[in-house]
Protein backbone atom coordinates (compact mmCIF):
# COMPACT_ATOMS: atom_id res chain seq x y z
CA UNK A 1 0.00 0.00 0.00
CA UNK A 2 3.03 1.96 0.81
CA UNK A 3 4.88 1.61 -2.53
CA UNK A 4 1.82 2.08 -4.53
CA UNK A 5 1.12 5.84 -2.81
CA UNK A 6 4.78 6.73 -3.36
CA UNK A 7 4.63 5.50 -6.88
CA UNK A 8 1.66 7.61 -7.24
CA UNK A 9 3.22 10.85 -5.55
CA UNK A 10 6.05 10.45 -8.00
CA UNK A 11 3.98 10.59 -11.01
CA UNK A 12 2.10 12.99 -9.73
CA UNK A 13 5.63 14.89 -9.10
CA UNK A 14 6.16 14.36 -12.95
CA UNK A 15 2.96 15.37 -14.70
CA UNK A 16 3.43 18.72 -12.23
CA UNK A 17 6.71 19.44 -13.36
CA UNK A 18 5.76 18.69 -16.98
CA UNK A 19 2.89 20.84 -16.98
CA UNK A 20 4.85 23.39 -15.44
CA UNK A 21 7.76 22.84 -17.96
CA UNK A 22 4.90 23.37 -20.95
CA UNK A 23 3.60 26.07 -19.76
CA UNK A 24 6.81 27.94 -19.59
CA UNK A 25 7.75 27.02 -22.59
CA UNK A 26 4.17 28.08 -24.63
CA UNK A 27 4.50 30.98 -27.30
CA UNK A 28 3.31 34.74 -26.14
CA UNK A 29 1.76 37.09 -29.06
CA UNK A 30 1.43 40.30 -28.31
CA UNK A 31 -1.25 42.63 -28.94
CA UNK A 32 -1.05 45.17 -31.36
CA UNK A 33 -0.63 48.92 -30.26
CA UNK A 34 -4.02 50.31 -29.63
CA UNK A 35 -5.16 53.94 -29.42
CA UNK A 36 -7.80 56.01 -27.58
CA UNK A 37 -10.79 55.96 -29.23
CA UNK A 38 -12.36 59.20 -30.54
CA UNK A 39 -15.76 60.74 -29.69
CA UNK A 40 -16.66 63.16 -33.09
CA UNK A 41 -18.64 65.74 -32.41
CA UNK A 42 -22.03 66.19 -35.00
CA UNK A 43 -21.82 68.12 -37.86
CA UNK A 44 -22.85 71.18 -37.54
CA UNK A 45 -21.56 74.30 -40.14
CA UNK A 46 -21.30 78.50 -39.36
CA UNK A 47 -20.52 80.91 -41.87
CA UNK A 48 -17.14 82.89 -42.23
CA UNK A 49 -17.83 86.00 -43.68
CA UNK A 50 -16.10 89.16 -42.18
CA UNK A 51 -15.34 92.42 -43.02
CA UNK A 52 -12.91 93.23 -45.66
CA UNK A 53 -12.17 89.58 -46.53
CA UNK A 54 -12.28 89.09 -49.99
CA UNK A 55 -13.52 85.61 -49.36
CA UNK A 56 -16.26 83.57 -47.58
CA UNK A 57 -17.14 79.87 -46.56
CA UNK A 58 -18.67 77.91 -44.17
CA UNK A 59 -16.66 75.81 -41.19
CA UNK A 60 -17.67 73.40 -38.32
CA UNK A 61 -19.20 75.06 -34.75
CA UNK A 62 -16.45 72.79 -32.93
CA UNK A 63 -14.02 74.99 -34.66
CA UNK A 64 -13.02 78.24 -34.16
CA UNK A 65 -11.61 81.14 -36.47
CA UNK A 66 -8.27 82.68 -35.59
CA UNK A 67 -6.34 85.50 -37.09
CA UNK A 68 -2.73 84.47 -38.61
CA UNK A 69 -0.22 86.96 -37.11
CA UNK A 70 2.75 84.70 -37.53
CA UNK A 71 2.98 82.02 -40.16
CA UNK A 72 6.31 79.70 -39.27
CA UNK A 73 7.93 83.10 -37.36
CA UNK A 74 7.56 85.08 -40.54
CA UNK A 75 4.60 87.52 -40.82
CA UNK A 76 1.46 87.37 -43.03
CA UNK A 77 2.01 89.65 -46.37
CA UNK A 78 -1.86 90.38 -45.74
CA UNK A 79 -4.26 90.65 -43.68
CA UNK A 80 -6.38 87.47 -44.85
CA UNK A 81 -4.51 84.71 -43.56
CA UNK A 82 -6.44 83.04 -41.02
CA UNK A 83 -6.48 79.23 -38.99
CA UNK A 84 -9.13 76.99 -38.80
CA UNK A 85 -8.48 75.73 -35.51
CA UNK A 86 -9.86 72.92 -34.01
CA UNK A 87 -9.41 72.34 -30.31
CA UNK A 88 -10.22 69.02 -29.59
CA UNK A 89 -7.64 67.40 -32.01
CA UNK A 90 -5.13 69.63 -31.31
CA UNK A 91 -5.00 70.80 -35.07
CA UNK A 92 -5.47 73.36 -37.50
CA UNK A 93 -6.01 74.32 -41.43
CA UNK A 94 -3.35 77.51 -42.13
CA UNK A 95 -5.67 79.36 -44.41
CA UNK A 96 -2.96 82.00 -46.80
CA UNK A 97 -4.36 84.50 -49.64
CA UNK A 98 -3.07 85.78 -52.30
CA UNK A 99 -3.90 88.02 -54.90
CA UNK A 100 -3.32 87.01 -58.72
CA UNK A 101 -1.45 89.94 -60.72
CA UNK A 102 1.86 91.37 -61.70
CA UNK A 103 3.65 90.12 -58.40
CA UNK A 104 2.50 86.69 -58.30
CA UNK A 105 1.17 84.90 -61.41
CA UNK A 106 -1.25 82.21 -61.82
CA UNK A 107 1.24 79.61 -62.58
CA UNK A 108 4.12 80.70 -60.24
CA UNK A 109 1.23 80.49 -57.12
CA UNK A 110 0.37 76.96 -58.08
CA UNK A 111 3.84 75.96 -58.44
CA UNK A 112 4.93 77.05 -55.18
CA UNK A 113 1.93 75.21 -53.70
CA UNK A 114 3.12 71.91 -55.74
CA UNK A 115 6.61 72.31 -54.60
CA UNK A 116 5.32 72.93 -50.67
CA UNK A 117 3.06 69.84 -50.78
CA UNK A 118 5.76 67.75 -52.65
CA UNK A 119 8.11 68.81 -49.98
CA UNK A 120 6.40 65.80 -47.70
CA UNK A 121 7.20 63.26 -50.51
CA UNK A 122 10.36 61.74 -48.34
CA UNK A 123 8.22 60.88 -45.11
CA UNK A 124 4.73 60.62 -47.33
CA UNK A 125 4.22 56.63 -48.40
CA UNK A 126 1.72 58.75 -51.24
CA UNK A 127 0.91 62.03 -52.65
CA UNK A 128 -2.76 61.88 -54.55
CA UNK A 129 -3.83 65.10 -55.95
CA UNK A 130 -7.19 65.76 -56.89
CA UNK A 131 -8.72 68.15 -59.17
CA UNK A 132 -12.07 70.38 -58.49
CA UNK A 133 -14.27 72.84 -59.54
CA UNK A 134 -17.25 74.00 -58.01
CA UNK A 135 -20.46 76.19 -59.64
CA UNK A 136 -19.22 79.67 -57.82
CA UNK A 137 -15.81 80.12 -59.92
CA UNK A 138 -13.87 77.80 -57.43
CA UNK A 139 -11.58 75.14 -58.45
CA UNK A 140 -8.49 73.83 -57.24
CA UNK A 141 -6.02 70.77 -56.68
CA UNK A 142 -6.77 69.16 -53.16
CA UNK A 143 -3.93 66.33 -52.39
CA UNK A 144 -4.09 63.80 -49.95
CA UNK A 145 -0.55 63.02 -48.32
CA UNK A 146 -0.44 59.62 -46.69
CA UNK A 147 1.75 58.06 -44.17
CA UNK A 148 4.11 60.12 -41.59
CA UNK A 149 3.99 63.71 -43.49
CA UNK A 150 4.13 66.81 -41.35
CA UNK A 151 0.52 67.58 -43.30
CA UNK A 152 -1.91 64.85 -44.37
CA UNK A 153 -4.13 67.53 -46.56
CA UNK A 154 -3.60 70.20 -48.73
CA UNK A 155 -5.69 72.76 -51.09
CA UNK A 156 -5.38 75.85 -53.27
CA UNK A 157 -8.44 77.12 -55.18
CA UNK A 158 -8.80 79.84 -57.08
CA UNK A 159 -11.19 81.17 -59.70
CA UNK A 160 -8.10 82.05 -62.03
CA UNK A 161 -7.95 85.55 -62.48
CA UNK A 162 -7.43 87.38 -59.11
CA UNK A 163 -7.55 85.19 -55.89
CA UNK A 164 -5.43 82.34 -54.94
CA UNK A 165 -6.42 80.26 -51.36
CA UNK A 166 -4.78 77.67 -50.15
CA UNK A 167 -5.07 75.34 -47.00
CA UNK A 168 -2.91 72.76 -45.18
CA UNK A 169 -3.95 70.71 -42.33
CA UNK A 170 -1.69 70.35 -39.19
CA UNK A 171 -1.31 68.73 -35.74
CA UNK A 172 0.08 69.51 -32.92
CA UNK A 173 2.11 65.94 -32.31
CA UNK A 174 4.91 63.85 -33.88
CA UNK A 175 3.15 62.81 -37.36
CA UNK A 176 2.09 59.21 -36.62
CA UNK A 177 -0.46 58.42 -39.44
CA UNK A 178 -1.93 55.35 -37.51
CA UNK A 179 -2.80 56.99 -34.39
CA UNK A 180 -4.15 60.76 -36.63
CA UNK A 181 -6.10 58.63 -39.28
CA UNK A 182 -9.53 58.73 -38.04
CA UNK A 183 -9.03 62.44 -36.99
CA UNK A 184 -7.64 62.99 -40.53
CA UNK A 185 -10.51 61.31 -42.24
CA UNK A 186 -13.40 63.30 -40.08
CA UNK A 187 -11.40 66.58 -40.30
CA UNK A 188 -11.12 66.15 -44.25
CA UNK A 189 -14.49 66.37 -44.90
CA UNK A 190 -14.95 69.73 -43.43
CA UNK A 191 -12.08 70.49 -45.71
CA UNK A 192 -14.04 69.89 -48.19
CA UNK A 193 -17.03 71.56 -47.30
CA UNK A 194 -15.40 74.58 -46.89
CA UNK A 195 -14.29 74.25 -50.79
CA UNK A 196 -17.91 73.60 -51.88
CA UNK A 197 -19.20 76.60 -49.52
CA UNK A 198 -16.32 79.22 -51.03
CA UNK A 199 -17.41 82.35 -52.43
CA UNK A 200 -15.44 85.30 -54.04
CA UNK A 201 -16.30 88.82 -52.88
Request: proline share 6%; hydrophobic share 40%.
Given at each position: M???????????????????????????????????R???????????????????F????????V????????????????D????Q?????Y???????K????????????????K??????????E???????V??????V???????????????T????????????????????????????????????????
Amino acid sequence: MKDIKKILTIIAAFIFAGTFLFSCQSSYTPKPRGYFRIKFPERQYQVFNEPGYPYTFQYPVYAKIVKDTSFFNTKPENPWWIDVDFPQFHGKIYISYKIIGKEYSLNKLVNDCYEMTYKNAEKADAIVPEEFRTPYQVSGIFYNVSGNAATARQFFATDSTSHFLRGALYFYAVPNADSIKPVVQFVQQDMWHLLETLRWK
